[in-house]
C-alpha cells in the first residue's frame, strides 16, 4: 500500500512540475556506451588495402634508389681502399673527405625518404580514417549512443572516437583551472 502511494506521489509530482515520464525518463537515463575495434574495420577496407599496395610499391622504389647510391658509394670505397697506399696523405684526406659526405648524403636520402613515406601513408591513410570516423558518428548517433570507445588502443590513438556532447562533458578546462594551469584558447580536447 505504501508503494503505490509512493507512486501516486511520485507521478503527481511529474504532473504538476510539467515533465512528462519521457522526459525524467531522458533527465536520468544512464549512459548509452559502445565500442568498435577501429582498426578491423580499416584493415577490412579495400581503399586500405589499396593503399597498403601503393605504398609498399613506393617504399620499394626508394628502397631500390637507397641501394643503387649505396652500391655506388661502396665501389668508391674499394676504390679508394685499392688505391689508398699510392695516394699522398693530402690526396687520400680529400678522398676519405669526399667518402665521408657521400656516406653523409646517403644518410640525409635515407631520412628524407622515411619522412616523405611517412607523409604519404597518412595523406592515403586520412581519408579512410575519416570515413570509419564518420561511420562511427552515424551509427552511434542512430543508436542513442553516448560515448563510442576503442576495444584496442595503440600508441598515438585515441581512445574515445565519438562523444554525445550533449551527455558528456569534457571538463579539461575546469581541472586546468583549479591547478591553475594555463590552457591555450585554441586547443581541441573533444574527441568529436
Known amino acids: ?5 509512493l507512486s501516486l506521489a511520485a507521478l503527481g509530482l511529474l504532473l504538476f512540475s510539467g515533465l512528462s515520464a519521457d522526459a525524467l525518463a531522458q533527465q536520468v537515463a544512464p549512459l548509452k556506451i559502445g565500442y568498435t575495434d577501429h582498426e578491423l574495420l580499416i584493415a577490412a577496407m579495400p581503399d586500405y588495402q589499396n593503399v597498403q599496395q601503393q605504398l609498399q610499391q613506393e617504399y620499394q622504389t626508394s628502397q631500390n634508389v637507397l641501394q643503387a647510391l649505396y652500391e655506388e ?5 674499394d676504390r679508394y ?4 697506399a699510392l695516394l699522398s696523405e693530402e690526396r687520400r684526406q680529400e678522398r676519405e673527405q669526399e667518402l665521408a659526405v657521400a656516406q653523409q648524403e646517403i644518410q640525409r636520402k635515407a631520412a628524407e625518404s622515411d619522412q616523405q613515406l611517412a607523409q ?3 595523406e592515403l591513410l586520412n581519408p579512410i580514417f575519416e570515413r570509419v570516423g564518420v561511420a562511427i558518428n552515424e551509427v552511434a548517433k542512430e543508436k542513442g549512443i553516448d560515448l563510442v570507445l576503442r576495444s584496442h588502443a595503440g600508441v598515438n590513438q585515441p581512445i574515445i572516437l565519438y562523444v554525445n556532447e550533449d551527455r558528456i ?13 594555463p590552457i591555450p584558447d585554441d586547443t581541441q580536447t573533444s574527441s568529436n
Open 81 to 84: 681502399q685499392k688505391q689508398q
Open 73 to 77: 658509394f661502396q665501389g668508391k670505397v
Open 169 to 181: 562533458i569534457n571538463i579539461t578546462e575546469e581541472v586546468a583551472v583549479k591547478l591553475g594551469l
Open 1 to 5: 500500500m505504501l508503494q503505490r502511494i
Open 120 to 122: 604519404r601513408q597518412a
